[in-house]
């Protein structure tokens, strides 16, 4: 029987709007933005953003696998950002942006492998989503957490985040929150 409460990274470019998109799916418990795959000890927002630090910008999930499955959240986080970008999405550039799935086990690494090979099937080009173990999961500062809805009226959230959401929204289904 599946584990009930687990965790995943991603990253899909910005972690504002990945962290806005899976707080809407049913299931998710808690979502913490953060720094992952990169070699600096202690990395904050600016060592990050210069793109030397190696991390990603990335989400850590939790869910409850009995309320949603791993391949439902990797479907949306597939169809939430162009995973075929190597190193940008949108105006964001960088391998701080990288696709990337950062698995805690071999179990989630072959969910990740079948996950890839089956969203392949809606991309033309090929899908540069990394997929590896998690050494280290990095906090980002806290005033990233809720960033869009703490600040819904920023123009890249009104321009960047809001048509994710409501992308992803029409496409399973997801009841807007509010």
Known sequence: MEKQIQSIVLGGGCFWCTEAIFQRIPGVIKITPGYAGGSTANPN????????????????????????????????????????????????VGSQYRSTILYADDSQKRIAEKSLKKAQANFKEKISTQISRLEKFHPAENYHKNYFENNPSQPYCKSVILPKIQKVERKFGLNPRG
Do not use: C, R, W
């Open 45 to 92: 927002y600016d060592s990050v953003s210069e793109g030397l630090s190696g991390h990603a910008e990335v989400i850590e999930i939790f869910f409850d696998g009995h309320k949603v499955t791993l391949d439902y959240l990797l479907e949306v986080f597939f169809a939430a950002h162009d995973p075929t970008t190597l190193n940008k999405q949108g105006d964001d």
